[in-house]
T-cell receptor, first 114, second 114 residues
Framework: NAGVTQTPKFQVLKTGQSMTLQCAQD?????MSWYRQDPGMGLRLIHYSVGAGITDQGEVPNGYNVSRSTTEDFPLRLLSAAPSQTSVYFC?????????????FGQGTRLTVV | AQKITQTQPGMFVQEKEAVTLDCTYDTSDQSYGLFWYKQPSSGEMIFLIY??????QNATEGRYSLNFQKARKSANLVISASQLGDSAMYFCAMREPNDYKLSFGAGTTVTVRA
């Protein structure tokens, strides 16, 4: 059971570079999301999607783009990396956005922008 | 305003003893879900336990139990018979109706001593 698969696990970028963090899930979940984790701040929502072709902004969307062309995949694009984007990124999926719906997380991507 | 507050940045507990991790939340909704996740040093997010706002019984999952006090808006996690493998960061999170994100607290680091 793969669950939620994120790649890469580690990445170092130079300021101004762009990159795509990949996320795929095999649970046929409609709802997918990206969070960033920073010390002392827990996890904060960047973008989310409620189904293929539908995406929306979360709490901290600036500097990031997403798309959802299939149910399985939800990539996160950093357009022009900045040191403030140094963080740990998690992709998550859930069956729904209902209050009972547990989120399944990927392994995380540790990104450093220098 | 912070929706989830975890006031204990770090805690030490002796092996085989119980430990209580505090979590208070802020919501005006009557219906909501509360979650606890564990993040070991390897970085992944592991779902531990769920409590619905209308659940009459406190949730339990093995050595994990939730001390849910709705009037106080608190959902403390109790880990009984601590093991060395329980050393990790623990996050409390809440999902409200019609809100697409999980709101996370800042986390509590638990260190279990032999």
């Amino acid at each position: 059971n793969a669950g939620v698969t994120q790649t890469p696990k580690f990445q170092v970028l130079k300021t101004g570079q762009s990159m795509t963090l990949q996320c795929a899930q095999d649970m046929n979940h409609e709802y997918m999301s990206w969070y960033r984790q920073d010390p002392g701040m827990g996890l904060r929502l960047i973008h989310y999607s409620v189904g293929a072709g539908i995406t929306d902004q979360g709490e901290v969307p600036n500097g990031y783009n997403v798309s959802r062309s299939t149910t399985e995949d939800f990539p996160l694009r950093l357009l022009s990396a900045a040191p403030s984007q140094t963080s740990v990124y998690f992709c998550a999926s859930s069956y729904s956005s209902g209050i009972f719906s547990e989120a399944f997380f990927g392994q995380g991507t540790r990104l450093t922008v220098v | 305003a912070q929706k989830i507050t975890q006031t204990q940045p770090g805690m030490f507990v002796q092996e085989k003893e119980a430990v209580t991790l505090d979590c208070t939340y802020d919501t005006s909704d009557q219906s909501y879900g509360l979650f606890w996740y564990k993040q070991p040093s390897s970085g992944e997010m592991i779902f531990l336990i769920y409590q619905g706002s209308y659940d009459e019984q406190n949730a339990t999952e093995g050595r994990y139990s939730l001390n849910f006090q709705k009037a106080r808006k608190s959902a403390n996690l109790v880990i009984s018979a601590s093991q060395l493998g329980d050393s990790a960061m623990y996050f409390c999170a809440m999902r409200e109706p019609n809100d697409y994100k999980l709101s996370f607290g800042a986390g509590t680091t638990v260190t279990v001593r032999a």
